[in-house]
């Protein structure tokens, strides 16, 4: 019996071309494009450029993968992109990338005739990265190639706690999920816990479709020490925060941890706090307070993913005190590096890594003050991880036998 044909929504990736780093989604996304690259079902990639929907075969999709894990460059602006399109972006190249390689173009008033012209009936979208997820797209897999809709919900956390999210974010993701809610064929979840809220806020939509939990797969980052920024004190005990300086990341716990630190140590005895990550949203008083530069606080910013992992690598512990969390890379691939995690305590944490975390409360400072003080003053000490990582084997082998 041959194999339904894939159809995966790359816009996500594209999109992130010529930023320094990638989020946690983006690593998502990738990962099903290697996976589905490596298999012998017929396979095609959907992308919404600048200048409408590209639709790609299994070559068009190698050709992408390409660029995308940066294993080739991009290519040269074409007329359309240099006329079109401001230069500086980096995103010129890979636009004129995406007609040379696509096997069609169209608008959304056209979609489902070329769905219907170049898709096999039968054909599943997957959807990781939450770009397209719009009616259009949804009816036309659904009418134009008798198709079906796969889509992974990270997390409803823009719903949930709308208060932490930038201005006129909420309303379009609502409507995203609202689109979900009603069309998709099947959910994929990261974890139970996220599960459960999010099918309550389908529920709340009206319609929660099937679903399935997986978890997403932990992979050892590949530390390398030579991009780490130049300067840091290396040679004495340090913790990392890494996430985006948003409020429910609780940067402001951190800092009023080493605060109390400050006023109760030596200073040679304080550990270094790194902050890895760009700063976000509706955090003034947090950037504020970074503009200070406070002793023993190093905000770096966004780093390359062999310099943030080669700093965790050599870090006494990795700091994550959020408020709330979809799934936790970061935690993981900590554990996977031999690192210590100190993480709130969150049904999510507790259900992928289990024992393996240090869990305190987000909001109670003084227990984080005397975990942090505790393990600096020992040697760094590589952690052994009791039980199994998620991988991502595990998350195909329940992906794909849902089918």
Not at 60 to 89: C, N, S, Y
Not at 209 to 231: C, F, M, N, S
Not at 310 to 322: E, K, Q, R, T, Y
């Amino acid at each position: 019996m041959t194999e339904a044909a894939r159809l995966i929504d790359l816009s996500r990736l594209v999109s992130r071309v010529g930023r320094p780093t990638w989020t946690g989604i983006d690593r998502v996304e990738a990962a099903y494009l290697k996976r589905f690259l490596s298999e012998n079902a017929p396979l095609f990639a959907l992308v919404r450029s600048s200048f409408g929907f590209t639709l790609f075969d299994r070559e068009g999709v190698g050709h992408l993968a390409q660029r995308i894990l940066g294993d080739v460059p991009w290519g040269e602006p074409d007329i359309l992109t240099k006329v079109f399109m401001r230069p500086g972006t980096g995103r010129r190249g890979a636009e004129a990338d995406l007609r040379r390689f696509a096997i069609a173009r169209t608008g959304r008033r056209t979609l489902g005739q070329t769905f219907a012209k170049h898709l096999p009936r039968g054909t599943i979208w997957f959807n990781v990265g939450h770009s397209n997820l719009v009616a259009s797209v949804f009816d036309n897999i659904h009418e134009s190639c008798d198709g079906h809709c796969v889509v992974l919900v990270h997390d409803t956390i823009p719903l949930d706690h709308p208060h932490w999210q930038r201005e006129g974010t909420v309303s379009s993701f609502e409507a995203r999920m609202r689109q979900v809610a009603a069309k998709a064929d099947l959910v994929i979840h990261t974890s139970n816990a996220t599960r459960g809220v999010t099918e309550a806020q389908f529920e709340r939509f009206g319609r929660v479709p099937p679903g399935e939990v997986a978890r997403l797969g932990i992979e050892r980052p590949t530390p390398d020490k030579a991009q780490i920024p130049i300067g840091l004190r290396l040679d004495r005990p340090y913790f990392v925060a890494l996430g985006t300086i948003e409020p429910r990341k609780n940067h402001a716990m951190l800092l009023n941890a080493w605060a109390a630190m400050r006023d109760t140590m030596r200073p040679d005895a304080i550990p270094q706090l790194f902050i890895v990550g760009a700063r976000g949203w509706n955090n003034a008083k947090v950037f504020a307070r970074l503009d200070l530069e406070p002793s023993n606080v190093v905000e770096l910013g966004p780093l390359s993913d062999g310099a943030t992992a080669s700093l965790i690598a050599g870090a006494h512990g990795l700091l994550m005190p959020s408020f709330v969390e979809g799934f936790g890379l970061p935690p993981g691939e900590a554990l996977s590096l031999g690192t210590k995690v100190l993480a709130s305590d969150l049904p999510v944490y507790r259900e992928v890594f289990g024992n393996n975390v240090i869990y305190l409360d987000p909001e109670a400072l003084y227990p984080w003050v005397n975990e942090i003080q505790k393990i600096a003053r020992k040697e760094r000490e590589a952690l052994v991880v009791t039980g199994k990582l998620p991988t991502w084997e595990a998350h195909f082998n329940i992906v794909l036998n849902c089918l």
